[in-house]
């Protein structure tokens, strides 16, 4: 498969935030799933008012009718519906309307999730993909080996073991949230999102151990032709152990092993040279692996109340210059 059939297969496979199993977890978790169209959209309702924010994320341009999107998010009370990073390549444009519709306003909004990614063809045989790999990465590999990391896949949410793991998870996923200041879910949102889309086989938690304790764990998800890489964390006291680089080629062969086709590593930095970019330092993790960098269409907000549009834009810009100072 080439890199051109790469992402022609990548962009036809409907994306799994698209996914009925999805919008059954966003449900649960309190956030409403419909479906307008071909399109999943969550209804979040605005805090101390009547109004609500639609979100459709990772839809396929081919599965959009605006006019439709419109038109039902209006009546539900949306003032504005956020099309957060279309599946479609970066120079896709949602720009316009069909005509029947007449002009409705759209701008280019603010992104929710990463703009770029990293993808793997999973359809290479073992030694194709050992090869692409950066040399240091395939040392650093051996050497998870050398040292004797086990690493185990869980994917029935019912075993006691499966928990157990996944506790570790949340408790990797605190740790590191604390040591570099980023934000995360509840645990519950980890919880019951493991065991919806495990249920269905479209989850899967892989963790590394160096003896009795947790050196990495990455969550997995598995949709049609792709495997998805959402959730990953290692442990910092345990890092000289390179558990990682040893996760990551075993996850590799699961997806393999799954039928898949193309392994979305799900963000990277815009450019992957930019050393000052905080996302610099886990995008070369990501591509010393072999995938290839793809910039993503960006993301559109289709406005529907423009007036309260624009108040919401900027009392939540101020909500995160807030959020951002208490986190240090």
């Known amino acids: 498969m080439t890199n051109e059939e790469l992402l022609k297969t990548y962009f036809a496979n409907r994306h799994i935030l698209q996914s009925r199993p999805w919008g059954e977890f966003k449900t649960l978790m309190g956030t409403r799933a419909t479906t307008i169209g071909g399109a999943q959209v969550t209804m979040h309702k605005i805090p101390f008012t009547t109004w609500k924010v639609g979100y459709c994320p990772k839809i396929r341009p081919e599965d959009l009718d605006l006019e439709k999107l419109y038109e039902v998010s209006r009546k539900e009370g949306c003032i504005f519906v956020k099309i957060d990073v279309p599946h479609a390549p970066h120079n896709y444009q949602l720009l316009t309307i069909p005509p029947r519709a007449g002009p409705r306003p759209m701008a280019v909004g603010k992104s929710i999730f990463a703009q770029s990614t990293i993808l793997m063809n999973l359809t290479k045989n073992d030694d194709e993909l050992f090869a692409m790999m950066h040399e240091k990465t395939r040392y650093n590999l051996r050497l998870a080996q050398k040292k004797g990391v086990k690493v185990e896949v869980f994917s029935d949410p019912e075993k006691e073991e499966t928990r157990r793991a996944l506790e570790d998870f ?58 998805y890489y959402p959730y990953g964390e290692s442990n910092y006291n345990l890092r000289s152990y390179m558990a990682s680089n040893l996760v990551m080629w075993e996850v590799i062969k699961l997806g393999k092993s799954l039928g898949c086709k193309v392994f979305d590593l799900w963000g990277a930095a815009d450019d992957p040279s930019d ?7 886990f995008t070369r993790f990501k591509l010393s692996f072999g995938g290839a960098h793809v910039k993503l269409a960006p993301t559109h907000d289709l406005i529907i109340n423009k007036p309260p549009y624009n108040v919401f834009n900027l009392v939540d810009s101020l909500r995160w210059k807030i959020l951002r100072a208490k986190n240090g």
Request: proline share 3%; aromatic share 16%; with cysteine.
């Open 170 to 227: 949340i408790d990797l996923q605190k740790q590191t949230a604390g040591r570099q200041k980023f934000f995360i879910h509840p645990d519950n949102y980890y919880r019951t999102c493991f065991k919806i889309l495990a249920a269905k086989k479209m989850a899967y938690l892989v963790s590394a151990k160096v003896g009795a304790e947790t050196a990495a764990s990455w969550i997995l998800f598995h949709y049609g032709d792709v495997l």
């Open 275 to 281: 050393e000052k970019d905080p996302w610099h330092g």
